[in-house]
């Protein structure tokens, strides 16, 4: 599957920004997906992912409550919706899927297969 993130940009503190990531391919639904994010100077970090098979999402802490991931399989799209944004939510965002031989019991990732290329998010003070 090829994946292509979409929707980054300059957002002041206290905005709100939906990131867009769009799968090639028919078989999107079978494929856990997940949002990363690199900061400069930092390594990738996890930020959130939902499972292909029962819908149960799992965020970072530093994110929960703020953002809410989703997908729509009839669009091969997954959703990154971002609110209450910070200057430290500044970073490049990923999107990423996994084969369901790479989920746990819920349809989780514990790995991924899969990378689009990132979209940029800035978010000013």
């Known amino acids: 599957v090829q994946l292509q993130a979409s929707g980054g940009g300059l957002v002041q503190a206290g905005g709100s920004l939906r990131l867009s990531c769009a799968a090639s391919?028919?078989?999107?639904?079978?494929?856990?997906m997940g949002w990363f994010r690199q900061a400069p100077g930092k390594e990738r970090e996890f930020v959130a992912a939902?499972?292909?098979?029962?819908?149960?999402?799992f965020y970072a802490d530093s994110v929960k409550g703020r953002f809410t991931i989703s997908r729509v399989n009839a669009k091969n799209t997954l959703y990154l919706q971002m609110n209450s944004l910070k200057p430290e939510d500044t970073a490049v965002y990923y999107c990423a899927a996994a084969d369901p031989n790479s989920t746990d019991y819920d349809g989780l990732p514990y790995e991924y297969d899969y990378w689009g290329q990132g979209t940029q998010v800035t978010v000013s003070s």
């Open positions: 939902i499972s292909w098979s029962t819908g149960v999402t």
């Open positions: 391919g028919r078989a999107f639904r079978r494929y856990a």
